[in-house]
């Protein structure tokens, strides 16, 4: 099957976001296998993304290294030419001031009840 094709089959199941609530798990996060302790989970809905980095060696709490809210304004970074990413509450990129790791706790308390909503399993890591 094509990319293609495999989009429109896609889309005849998904007709738009409204639904989706995915998330995305990896062990290792180096190339070719280096990191082996670090565990990456991206949880993905139509309200926000959210990156979490942790040791899952030492059973480690999270660290939230992005945060990106849909419902808020987002910019294009100034003065990178060819990277774009949307950046409003935390971006994994780094290129602000504010985009430094933080547990989930220290987000804001609005941003952990939206988090706690989708994923309440998260809680544990607060």
């Known amino acids: 099957m094509t990319e293609g094709a495999f989009g429109l089959e896609w ?7 409204d639904g989706l ?6 062990k290792g996060t180096g190339a070719p296998g280096s990191e082996k302790e ?4 991206w949880f993905m809905n139509r309200e926000f993304r959210l990156g979490l980095l942790r040791d899952w060696t ?3 709490s999270p660290m ?3 945060f990106t809210r849909y419902d808020v304004k987002a910019e294009e970074p100034k003065d990178l030419e060819r990277e774009w990413s949307l950046m409003n509450v935390l971006n ?5 001031p504010v985009d430094k790791p933080m547990r989930l706790g220290a ?3 609005e941003d952990q009840r939206r988090i706690f909503a989708r994923y309440p399993e998260l809680k544990k890591w607060v």
């Open 107 to 109: 987000l804001s308390g």
């Open 92 to 96: 994994q990129k780094g290129t602000r």
């Open 64 to 66: 939230a290294i992005d």
């Open 38 to 41: 670090l565990e990456i989970q």
């Open 21 to 26: 609530n995915y998330r995305f798990d990896a």
């Open 11 to 17: 889309r005849k199941h998904t007709p738009n976001n």
């Open 58 to 60: 030492r059973n480690e």
